[in-house]
Structure formats: structure tokens, C-alpha cells
């Protein structure tokens, strides 16, 4: 009996708490800021799409909170809890009705509470507690589903998700070719997906994940069976047709799009280079935009045209200079942190950034580096007479670079240098007692991943065609460190990933700058509770992880 | 075979003594040449030490909050920052609504205790909140991990405060009564600064009694000597790291209400530089150690409002303010290299073998 | 000729002093053994001569050399290897990496050599490999090349960190407590091991062990140390009927300020 009111109680608690999340989503800004965007034309917009994940997320967690319990008592649980979400967004809405909210929370403006009220007026207030128990009861039918179904129906939804929130960057690409055209007709209006568009993504894309539940494993199976030289030959086609594909983005993707893998591409060499710091060598580093800095400074002082240039070399002089300058910056910056350890060291370098950026900021520099007007006028630079002039060419020059970043880590990883980087990070001690010498090593560390960054920097430079010390701030030192732990620490594709992730996703989802930073922190702290070991984590964690996961399951049941 | 006191003489030591020595220099040239030049009256000076001291004191009570969280998770608190922002950007509505209701200026002092205890709640609601959330779950995991949450939090609180309360600066409204000058010993003072100093030292006598005074105060050492020692005696160790995020908070509180008092603006962003200058105070002081973070706090201060006419003035360069904090950030960088104990040293030793 | 001989050796911490005055020498190529209750300073003992820790006075001498002080890494080069106490692999990194770690000073590539996979390099790294390999079979961990440390059993880890040690190729071995936590199937192993070491490998070993029967069996030579201070030395069988060694292990067993000292 005890239990079955705790059961309940449980669900109104699990509801409140997400009605809760809903308020604060409210409050916040963000369903209004969103209701704007429709992703099925005048059906459904993103605002009330977000709060009905929250009524789904109630429902779905109060059938969990008894897993195996009764079909019917679940969705009942849902049910309750969703009706508990709804009521806190209703209680919200009479509060702004009774009350000026607005004197504190900016946002909780009449148009606000219109839309929680779905324009019904002061009566309006029920439906909120109506539409949750109807999203409870669905997310408690969630867990009901068996997995064969469920798949697809995720998958469906998703996608007409995406497909509603990337419309924009879809446009320009369809709109470039007849065949293009002939899609975006069928699937978008002129706001979001139509409503047959929408059907159409649902069906094709749900149909065709239940299709691979079924045949997925025989295509599998088939490729298994192969012999190893047409296997190899599989795989060299996938890399040749990936690289291709890779290639040619640019061509299709547009100015925006590729402005923004460009972005990806040169946070992937910070984060490739901070990598070699932080994942291999275990030394956290948070001055890492000193470098990028120095770099991007080098490159503006040898090439730009306005006075403050010392020279005019051309930009491929000017890169090794700057490499090279980085490296050399990253060394001298090392030697006063050697003996600094963990958490310290993260503060310790994160002075330097500041010191860095501080001082390229002052009055007292201007004269040399042009305080907080920046260097101006640096010119693109120009391959075989060909100006590498807008990012669609720029991005050539970031992969390729990228290329070769990852190619130096990836041999240096499986040498001794790198070996003795990973010994360092396990156990500081015992590697110096083996032998190594912690100053080479932490220093060659500081030093190649300096070098990255000022790479990173030098193709930054020529891309904005100006530097400003505004440029250069703490967030980026952050920003690399988070690419590398979301990605997987240690991990280089995991580096790619993250930069995608925490650099590319948010540019995409530009429009929605204003929260950017607040889904960025709330992603960062929902990842490092539930994937903690990074989207793409190395082969040895991986198989660390594999091997956990098989002795729990190995293990006796009860 | 060469000799083995080469071998010795590292170049990592003679590096770390050249820097010193440079540094010292600078310190030194600067100071002399400012003091001889003589453009400052001793009025001026005076005004920048008490700034200084209530600067100083508001960094002191934001110290408290990372100084006990790490001597207790040996885990830096990068949000807390934050945690002192929603304090003062929350109150600012109490302070407002009282101001507007003229209450203020009529029973200054029951409002003032009214917006100083709004901001103190506000502070210790969110950090329950990021305990609970952010790093409870986190407290096995390697220690990269619970620094990315702190992190993340620390983004989550500043926009989410944004969305909720706007993103431009407020004016916080001024009590009469703190408006001017005393004069004390012969000293104009302004007195929103003489409050806050006197409001910081009377919070910081008091946590240090709770501290060495009470049973809980006495469960919290306990558990930062030793967390598996302290649980073995019976400690509940979960609810001492609640109730130490909770007093550290309610200090990250006080210090918003206070910083409202001497700079008289809130805004979004307001807790991530007092935040990294506390921490640098709780770094001076020795982390872990609570006298040491009231110490470096005040410190801190004063050097920051002193320090760039005393020495950058002397060397000649222009605009030292904006330097402010390259002396911040140099003497942080300074104390973790020559000194990581900090002043007062710091009770953790660094285990080797 | 004694291989590493100690001198007035003391060390301090804060208040106690942790080794007093010791003078010591070991033979080449003997085993020789340093026993004691805990906190008698053995550990700090090995910590001073592995440069992990710096004495107060006294000097160390290996082969000649005075090494007090020195960084560890060069006192590794002058062909010290230790094991330590409780385990200390470095845990995520494989079996095989954690032997070629070991033998960091006497490979030669550089990080450029590396990166464009000159023919040096590539001619050291298999060659290395191969004899971390042997080493790998030589304390009996063939085929475990690519597991992770961690996930090794305790005695394998055991033998890995000797393995580790031994890929320095030192002339002297330090063990510290090389059988603890072991069966005493395991512990017969590790005492005929303990022997090969000597005889196959001409190593000079010196060893911290609690077990009197392993000292008594393998040692040439055996120190009583007793709040840092020698109390005795000599012979297995000597040292067993000596007055003093017998009170400090029955008479008067304390646990307490000393044993924390060691542990620090």
C-alpha cells in the first residue's frame, strides 16, 4: 500500500520537477523566442514543441519509476505526472495573470502567456494541464513500445525535428540544383515543413530505419563474409567516396556553411593541439587562446598592409614564422608551470591567457600592436595566383592543415615521446622515475601544442583579414577544452566530433544565439553525467567500457 | 664523467630565480619611481586603500566559498562566480521594489537586512541547486570531469539569469543614510565602503566561530582532513558537503549584497571576474584554509587598487588601470609557482612516494 | 667493491626523523635484504636512493657516483630501478607500454625522427618491441602484451612493475615488498624468481620484505632497521638470534607516529 502511494507520489513529484524545467524554459525566454519558428507550417512550432518534450519526459520518467509494472498503471503514472507539468505551467499563467511579473522576468510578457494559454484568454489557463497528461500518457507509452517499434518512431520524429530546424541551411543547398528543387517543393512551406513534407520525412525516414531492423544484420553479415581483399576494397571505396564528399562540401554548402566548417576546422586544430597537452600528456591547459593569439598577431604583424606591420611577407612565409613563434611562446610559458600540477596548473595557465590578452589589449602595447583597434588589413593569401579569398577556399587550407596536425599526433602517439606523455599522465612520479625527463617531455608537449594553435591563429587571421584582441578571450581556452572532453579525452576523431558538436551545432543554430550559451552549459553538464568518457572515446576506453559492461551483464541476476 | 653538481643546477630552477628576480625588479623600480615622483596627494592614497579594503572584503567572502568547497572536494568550484551574481541580481529587485515604495530611505535598516537576507537565500538556493545537480553525481569520477560540469554550470547560470532578468546593466538604488562621508580618526571615509567593510568582517568572525565552534563546524574540518576517516567516525559526509556549499554560498551572498553597495550596478556577467579574483585570493591565502582566503581576499584588494599607480605609474606606462589585472593574474601566477601553499600554507601536503 | 654504499644518511620530517645516520653498503651482485617493523624507514630509505626524496645529510653512492639528490630520471639512468609498495603501473596505459616505458632512456628517437618515420626510428621501435616481448616472457606474461595494466590480476600487475623495472636494465633492483598480498604458492614463485634474477640477469637486489621466511631463503645479507635507525646487520641466520632485532619485532611492537611517517 505504501509502496503504490509512494509509486504515485513519485510520478506527481517526477511531474512538478519537469513542469519545473517548463517554467523555467518560459521564464527564460526560450518558448516565446522559439514559437516564432514552425517546424510543421502553422501546425507545430519549436516553443510548444519544447514544452511538450517536457510533458513527454515527465510521462516517460514516471512509467520508468516501476519499470516492469502494469501497462495500464504506467500510463496512468504519465498521465499524473504530465497533468502535475501542465498544472505548473497553468499556475504560471494565472500568476501572470494576476500579477506583473514583468517588473523582474523580462520575458513574461502578455504574448507569453497568450501562447501557454494557446490564445484562449484568461479561461485558456486548463490547457496546459490538459495537453500534459496527453504528452505524459505518451511519454509513458514510450517504454511500452518494444524496441523494433520505437526505433523508427524516434528516428521519424527526429528527423522531421531536424529537418524543421535546419530549413534555412537547406534552402540555398536544394535550391542550387532541379532535382533540389523538386525535393524542398515537396517537403517544405514557406516557415517549416509542410504538413504533407512533414509525413513524407516521418515515413520515409521511420520506414526506412524499420526496414534496416530487418535486413541490417543480413547486409551486415554479407560484408563479414566478404574475403579480407574485397573487404579492404569496401572500405578504401567508403574512405575515397568520404573524401570526396569532403572535398566537394564547400561547392554545395555555401558561404555560411562553409564559414562555419572553417570555424570547426580551425577549432579542431586547437583542439588537436590542446589534445596533445591535456589528452595524451595530462596537462590542463586553460591560457590555450594565448597561443592561438600570438599566432593569428604574427601573421597580421608580417603581412597586413596598414602601419603597424613590420614586414610584408606573403602568408606563406608568414605561417612557419608563426608556428614557429608559438612554439617557441609555448615553451618559455611552460618553464614556469613545470612543476605545477592538476587544477593549479588549469589556473596557472589560464593567468597566462588572461596576462596575454590583457596586455595585447593596453594602451601600453598600442603603439606596437595597436591596443583595442586591432592589426587591420591583412591581406588573403594567394596559391599559384589563385586568392584563397571567401571560406569556400579557406576551408581547403583549414583541412588541410587539420590534415597534417593529425597525422604528426597520430605518429607521435605511438612513439616513444608519446609514450612517455601517457606515463606522465598516469603517474607523474613514476614516469620521472623510469627515466624520463619530465622537463623535455612537458615541455615539447607546451611546445607542438603551441604550435597548433598558432596555426590555428595564422589561418584565423587571414580569414577575418584582421585581428582584435576581443578575438582572443577565456571562452575560447574553454571552448577547446570542452571539444576535447566531449569528444572523448585523447581521442583525435573525438576532437572532430566535439568541435562539430560545440562549435558547429551552435553557429547552425545561430538564430537562437541568445540561448546558445545557456544550452552549451547545460549540455556540458547533462554530458559529463551521462557520457562522461566523450561521443567518440579511444579504443582503450572503449574497450574498457565493453569489458565493464560485460561483467554486469555476466553477472547472476537479483 | 662530469661532475655531479652540474647536474644539479637545473635550468628549470635558474629560469624560475631569473623571473623572480625580474619581477621584483619591476615591483621594486616602479614603486620607488612612483614614490619619488610624488603626483599622488595622500588623500588619493588613502581613497585607494579604503577602496581596496572593501574591495578586498567582498573578494574575501566570495574566497570562503571556494577555499571550504575545495578543502572538502579538492574540487574547484568554477560556477561560484555565479552563485554570488544570483544573489545580488536577485536581490536588486527587493532593493528596487523598496527603494520605489520609498521603505528604504524610511527603515533603511530593516531594508537593508531585508535585501542583504534576499541575496544571501538567493545564493545558497542555487548552489543546493548545483550541488544537487552539477557535481553530486559526479563525486567518483576523475577530477576533469566534475571541472567540465563546474563549467557548464557556470555558462548555464549567467545566461540562464540573462533570459530571466535581462541582459543590460541595473542600477541598484542607494540608502540615504549610506550616501557621503565619516569621518573616522581624521580619515574621510565613504561610508558605503566603511559598512561594507565593517558588514564583511563581522560575516567572516562569525563563519569562523561556526566553524571552530560548532559540531557541524567541527564534522566540516573533519571531513577535509580525511573524508574516509571522518565517515568511519560516523560523520555524515553528505550533509557536511551540503551544509558547506550552503555557508559558502550564503558568503558568495553577502559578498553580492555588499559589492552592490560599493559599485552600485548588477549585471549578468558580474560574478566571473570577482570569481576568478576570489579564487586568486583563495590561492594567495593557501586553498583550504579559511583565515588564509579572508587574508589573501583583502589582500588581494589592495593590492589591485593600490598596485597599479605604485608600480606601474613609476614605470612610465600609460593607463595602468587597465593593467589592473595583469598584477591580478601575475601575482596568482607568481604564488602557484614560488609558493603554491599559499601565506598562510596550506594543510594538504603534496604526496609523492 | 659495494655497488651503492650510504653514508650518515638521515632524513627528516618535520619533527621526526625518519632515518637516522644510516650507513650502508651492498655487494654487487648480492641480495640483500632490509627488514624491519613498519615506520622503520624502509621506504624512505628507497625514496632517498631513488631521488625521490632529498636526505638532510649523509651522500649516497652508486658505482662511484654520488647520486643524492640528483633527479630521478638520471639516478634511473645510472641503472637504479625500483618497484614500489602498492602497485604503482601507470593503469590505462597496455602491458607491453607499460615495458617500453621502461626502457625510455635507452631508445634514441627523437619527436621529428617520429613524425617522419625515419629508418632509426623504425628499426628501435621494433627492435624494442621485440625485447618487451621477451621481457613480457621472461616473467611470464606472453600473450598479455595488449591488456590494460589495471585489468591485470595482483600478481601479474606484481610481476609487470618488476618487468617494467628490469626494461631500464639496471644493475640494481630495488623490490619493495615484492611478495605482499601474495599465496604462498605465489610467494615460493616470486623467491625463485627473485634468484633467477640474480643468476640469469647478474643483478645486484635490494628488498624490503615483511616475510621472514623469503628473506631468510634468498638473502646474502640482512638490515634490521628500527625508527630509523640500523640496529643490526649480517647474515640470514645471525641476524635472527640477535637480542635487539627480536625485541624491536616481539618486545615492543608500536604502530603509530613512525608508520605515518612512512606513508607520507
Known sequence: MTGARRLWGGAARTGLVWGAVAVFLALVGMVEAFAGRQIIAGVVSLGLTLLFLTGLASGYQAARLRPDGHATLALLRGALAGTAAGAAVAGLVIAGRLLNLRRVFVSASPTLFALLSLDQGAGGAYLPVAAGAAAGALGAAGPLLTGRARRPLLLGLGSVLALGLFQDLLDPVLRATAAGMAVRDALFADQGLSVSGALIAFLVVGGGSAVWAGQGATVREWVLQLPASPRTALRLLALGLGTVLLLLLPLGAGPFLSMVLVLVGLYTLMGLGLNLEVGFAGLLDLGFVAFFAIGAYTVGLLTAAGGLAIAQFSFWTAVPIAVAVSLIAGVILGV????????????????????????????????????????????????????????????????????????????????????????????????????????????????????????????????VGSVFPHSFQLLISINVLALIIVGGMGSMPGVVVGALFLVGLPELLREFAEFRFLVYGAALVLMMQLRPEGLWPTAVIRRELHESQRAVDSQPAG | MQPTWLWKLSFVDLSLWAFRAAVMVLVAWGTVGTLAAATYSGETWIELFVFGLSQGSVYALIALGYTMVYGILRMINFAHGEVFMSGAYTAYFVAEALASTGALNRNPIPSLLAVLAVSMATSTLVALLLERIAYR?????????????????????????????????????????????????????????????????????????????????????????DREVAALMGIDVDRVIVVTFAVGAAMAGAAGFLYALVFKQVHFFMGFVPGIKAFTAAVLGGIGNIPGAMLGGLFLGLFESVGPILILDGLGIVAPYQLKDVITFTMLVMVLIFRPSGILGERLAVKKA | MALLTSRNLTKRFGGLVALNELDLEVEEQSVHSIIGPNGAGKTTFFNLVTGFYEPEAGEIRFNGVQIDGLRPDLITRQGIARTYQNIRLFANMTA???????????????????????????????????????????????????????????????????????????????????????????????????????????????????NMRVVMEVSDRVTVLDYGEKIAEGQPGEVQKNARVIEAYLGRRKWGRAAEAEDA
Open chain 1, 336 to 463: 614556469p608551470v613545470l612543476r605545477i600540477r592538476g587544477d593549479y596548473l588549469a589556473i596557472a595557465t589560464l593567468g597566462f591567457g588572461e596576462i596575454v590578452r590583457l596586455l595585447v589589449l593596453s594602451d601600453f602595447l598600442r603603439p606596437w600592436l595597436g591596443g583595442s583597434q586591432g592589426v587591420l588589413g591583412i591581406p588573403k593569401p594567394a596559391l599559384f595566383g589563385f586568392e584563397l579569398r571567401g571560406p569556400e577556399q579557406l576551408f581547403y587550407l583549414t583541412l588541410a592543415a587539420s590534415v597534417l596536425v593529425a597525422f604528426v599526433a597520430m605518429r607521435l602517439r605511438d612513439s616513444r615521446l608519446g609514450r612517455a606523455w601517457m606515463a606522465l599522465r598516469e603517474d607523474e612520479d613514476v614516469a620521472e622515475a623510469m627515466g624520463i625527463n619530465l622537463v623535455n617531455v612537458k615541455l615539447l608537449a607546451y611546445g607542438l601544442g603551441a604550435a597548433c594553435a598558432g596555426l590555428s591563429g595564422a589561418i584565423f587571421a587571414v580569414m
Open chain 2, 137 to 225: 553525481p559526479l563525486w567518483r569520477a576523475p577530477r576533469l570531469v566534475p571541472l567540465i560540469s563546474a563549467i557548464g554550470a557556470s555558462f548555464f547560470l549567467q545566461y540562464a539569469f540573462r533570459g530571466l532578468y535581462g541582459s543590460g546593466f541595473k542600477a541598484y538604488p542607494e540608502a540615504e543614510i549610506l550616501r557621503g562621508k565619516w569621518i573616522i580618526a581624521g580619515v574621510s571615509v565613504l561610508r558605503s565602503q566603511a559598512v561594507v567593510v565593517v558588514a564583511a568582517v563581522l560575516m567572516m568572525l562569525g563563519l569562523y566561530a561556526f566553524v571552530m565552534r560548532t559540531r557541524t563546524g567541527t564534522a566540516m574540518r573533519a571531513v577535509s582532513e
Open chain 3, 96 to 210: 607491453l607500454e607499460n615495458i617500453l616505458v621502461g626502457m625510455h632512456p635507452h631508445l634514441q628517437s627523437t619527436w621529428i625522427g617520429t613524425v617522419v618515420r625515419s629508418p632509426s626510428t623504425r628499426r628501435e621501435e621494433t627492435s624494442a618491441t621485440r625485447a618487451a616481448q621477451d621481457l613480457l616472457y621472461f616473467v611470464g606474461l606472453q600473450g598479455r602484451g595488449d591488456f590494460l595494466a589495471k585489468n591485470l590480476p595482483y600478481g601479474a600487475q606484481r610481476r609487470l612493475e618488476i618487468a617494467r623495472a628490469l626494461a631500464s636494465r639496471p644493475k640494481l633492483l630495488l623490490l619493495d615488498e615484492p611478495t605482499a598480498g601474495m599465496t604462498s604458492g605465489e610467494t615460493v614463485e616470486t623467491m625463485a624468481f627473485i634468484r633467477r634474477l640474480r643468476e640469469e640477469l647478474g643483478l645486484t637486489i635490494l628488498l624490503i620484505e615483511h
